[in-house]
Antibody
Framework: QVQLVQSGPEVKKPGASVRVSCKASGYSFSNSGIIWVRQAPGQGLEWVGWIAPYNGNVRYAQRLQGRVSMTTATSMNTAFLELRSLTSDDTAIYYC??????????????WGQGTLVTVSS | QSVLTQSPSASGPPGQRVAISCSGSSSNIGSHTVHWYQQLPGTAPKLLIYNNDQRPSGVPDRFSGSKSGTSASLAISGLQSEDEADYYCAAWDANLNGHVFGGGTRLTVL
């Protein structure tokens, strides 16, 4: 069965960087994109970006451009999210999900369990 | 401020029908498909409806979706207590070149 397992919680100081991993199993990792979504405490969902493991193409949310990087290690079936110059506004649960596309739309059926990133001095 | 607009809350008694709306623009809902996600407290979102009106396997037919112009709607009939959750709409936005979400609607079953 398809599973996405994320790395554990992180606590970082303002200005630092964080890297979150998302290990996939149960399907051919290179065949599907991975998206990242975050959710600040008590807030709604925010799309962070999308990476295609098969060619490395990425799309980032405009408001995070310059601070965010997404990569994959196909040999490890793992996707990575790095966020730099952290502020308290980046405190959130970060989710990865597999991208499925059909009928002209792309959506997310399989999700990781989420990784809490806390930014605090 | 979310790109897609949802009412913050909705409610209804068990067995009732409730509709949750999602309003956007020509760059998102008007030209791309809409998807709906259900999020129970403390859990990851779950896909409820994709491509405007399609249900993934395992989602009860009490849940249905529709789209007209730049708006979309999620209907839940025969409300049950386990339907209490947050519901989010999502779509691709051509201007932002990324996916956008609604702010979420918290459903309370009275």
């Amino acid at each position: 069965q398809v599973q996405l397992v994320q790395s554990g919680p992180e606590v970082k100081k303002p200005g630092a960087s964080v890297r979150v991993s998302c290990k996939a199993s149960g399907y051919s990792f290179s065949n599907s994109g991975i998206i990242w979504v975050r959710q600040a405490p008590g807030q709604g969902l925010e799309w962070v970006g999308w990476i295609a493991p098969y060619n490395g193409n990425v799309r980032y949310a405009q408001r995070l451009q310059g601070r965010v990087s997404m990569t994959t290690a196909t040999s490890m079936n793992t996707a990575f999210l790095e966020l730099r110059s952290l502020t308290s506004d980046d405190t959130a649960i970060y989710y990865c999900a597999r991208v499925d596309c059909s009928g002209g739309g792309c959506y997310w059926v399989y999700w990781g369990q989420g990784t809490l990133v806390t930014v605090s001095s | 401020q979310s790109v897609l607009t949802q009412s913050p809350s909705a409610s209804g008694p068990p067995g009732q029908r409730v509709a949750i709306s999602c309003s956007g623009s020509s760059s998102n809902i008007g030209s791309h498909t809409v998807h709906w996600y259900q999020q129970l407290p403390g859990t990851a979102p779950k896909l409820l409806i994709y491509n405007n009106d399609q249900r993934p396997s395992g989602v009860p037919d009490r849940f249905s979706g529709s789209k007209s112009g730049t708006s979309a709607s999620l209907a839940i009939s025969g409300l049950q207590s386990e339907d209490e959750a947050d519901y989010y709409c999502a779509a691709w936005d051509a201007n932002l070149n990324g996916h956008v979400f609604g702010g979420g609607t918290r459903l309370t079953v009275l």
